[in-house]
């Protein structure tokens, strides 16, 4: 399987150098040549644990990984780090199922891929018989942050840098970062949101004098973010492991379609559940839930994408984005693989903020359905599915729930509904206590037992952990900053 460019499909390069690079040189995103389709019938698949799932989806996309060092990789990524053998549980509450994907280390569905990218990168590492040295620099939200910090601490030839915007991430998040140990990570707060985080990193990476000053130190480039496809692939396993629960369970029939809700930022975990789909899985609708930074909204609606509107800062911080990164590479898909078409699409957003897509582009959106859900209608979300169930959604998770519901009653659609559940309610104390309408405390480390309390959940030890550990990252800077900070953490 080779892996081609969104802006030049006559680049051909092997799994390997795609997982390696992390993002072409011309400035796009890789992919497959073509979507596999799986050989396995879902009788093969329902009987696998997650490892073996796992693996038998990887190994479509890795095809020059050796069985045993995929499944080497597998076996390192989903062991006790996360809280359960299911690794993402199905949970049934009220008329819906929540994939619970926030039960690794970090509590928050950023550990499903990047507890395996490590494993994937020095294998391709090895592979290639490099003695590099691979610099991985990574822009967050919030969750990706801590999540790669995790995954790549103390792993030999690898190095890390984490940047994250100083006013917008939750405090839980902030402090899980700028506490986190390892000789190989740094940690940098930037004066700006995320975009500017995300475009800051994507310049570093086309700065071709950088480039050259790390080359000559033996260093290599590359990236933990959703644009590298060794992070994109792990994510389509858990809507397979999804659908296969409600099997098991019979909450379903053998080829019986669902619709999957994803809350929306960066485009990739629902850019995941597409391939899912390609590959075969009984998908119906994929519903793209944004806050109300409601870019993908009006994308998916009116076929216009536009990022000249105010940045809004929310209570579901890891989606506080304008610019969703691997749209791109549906934009490729939907074109009919048309790079020089994807490629003016994106130099229009880089240049005025907007682009439209043609009406054939358009028409291929019919799997999807994007909506939006306001503050006030995230907080009332919480609060009624608590008081309904007993259950405590993150408010990212009640995004998804709540632009679900209008989805239903525009539609009035039945179908059996999987919600991606992407991070645990303790990490975002603040808002989901004032959601439940608990006592307010001065910081979210306080509001941890009133929340565990009502949820009748215990306090994940991680957390818990985090108040009386020692900052270690204090660092801060501006956009501009950035390449220095690199090149003194490099010593380069
Ligand atoms: C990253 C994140 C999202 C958004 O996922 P994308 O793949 O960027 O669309 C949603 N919820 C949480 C909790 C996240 O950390």
Do not use: W
């Not at 050989?39 to 990887?58: G, P, R």
């Not at 259950?391 to 039945?414: C, L, R, S």
Request: aromatic share 10%; glycine share 6%; net charge neutral.
């Amino acid at each position: 399987m080779n892996y081609i460019s969104t802006r030049n499909k006559n680049l051909k390069i092997t799994p390997c150098q795609a997982i390696l690079q992390g993002i072409s040189e011309d400035g796009g995103l890789f992919l497959p040549e073509k979507i596999p389709t799986l050989k396995e019938t879902f009788h093969q698949l329902v009987s696998m644990d997650y490892k073996d799932l796992a693996f038998t989806i990887m190994k479509y996309f890795f095809t020059d990984f050796e069985e045993k060092e995929l499944r080497n990789c597998i076996e390192k990524a989903y062991d006790d780090k996360f809280d359960t053998p299911f690794i993402a549980p199905v949970v049934k509450k009220s008329d819906v199922y929540f994939l619970e994907l926030f039960h690794g280390p970090t509590l928050a569905f950023k550990d499903m891929a990047l507890s395996i990218l490590p494993h994937l990168l020095t294998t391709a590492l090895n592979q290639q018989k490099s003695n590099k040295e691979i610099l991985i620099l990574t822009a967050t939200s919030g969750d990706t942050g801590k999540a790669a910090l995790e995954g790549f601490s103390n792993i030999d030839s690898i190095k890390i840098m984490v940047f994250y915007p100083q006013k917008g991430v939750s405090e839980i998040q902030k402090r899980q970062m700028i506490t986190h140990e390892g000789d190989n990570t740094r940690v940098i707060g930037i004066e700006g949101n995320f975009d500017d985080a995300q475009s800051g990193v994507k310049k570093l990476f086309h700065d071709p004098k950088l480039r050259e000053k790390l080359e000559q130190n033996n260093i290599l480039l590359s990236s933990a973010n959703s644009i590298n496809i060794g992070r994109l692939v792990p994510q389509i396993v858990y809507y397979f492991h999804g659908y296969l629960s409600l099997l098991k369970n019979d909450e379903i029939h053998f080829g019986e379609n669902i619709n999957v809700v994803v809350p929306t930022g960066n485009f990739g975990n629902i850019l995941a559940a597409y391939y899912a789909k390609k590959m075969g899985l009984p998908i119906h609708k994929l519903i793209c839930a944004s806050n109300e930074n409601n870019v993908l909204t009006d994308f998916f609606q009116r076929g216009e994408y536009n990022i000249n509107r105010p940045f809004k800062m929310t209570i579901s911080p890891s989606m506080d984005i304008l610019i969703s990164s691997n749209l791109e590479r549906l934009l490729f898909e939907i074109s009919g693989g048309n790079d020089l078409l994807t490629q003016k699409l994106i130099s229009s957003l880089q240049s005025k903020g907007t682009y439209t897509i043609t009406k054939s582009m358009k028409e291929k959106l019919e799997d999807f359905y994007g909506e939006f859900a306001q503050e006030k209608e995230v907080y009332e979300s919480i609060s009624k599915f608590f008081q309904n169930t007993g259950y405590v959604m993150d408010p990212h998770t009640a995004v998804a729930y709540q632009v679900y519901k209008k989805y239903q009653g525009e539609t009035k659609d039945n179908t059996k509904t999987l919600i991606a559940s992407t991070a645990s309610p303790f990490k975002f104390g603040k808002s989901v206590g004032k959601a439940l309408g608990l006592k307010l405390a001065e910081d979210d480390f306080e509001m941890l037992s009133e929340i565990s309390e009502v949820a009748k959940l215990e306090i994940p030890k991680n957390i818990e952990e985090l108040k009386n550990k020692k900052i270690l990252h204090p660092f801060s800077c501006t956009k501009e900053q950035m390449q220095e900070m690199v090149k003194d953490f490099m010593k380069a």
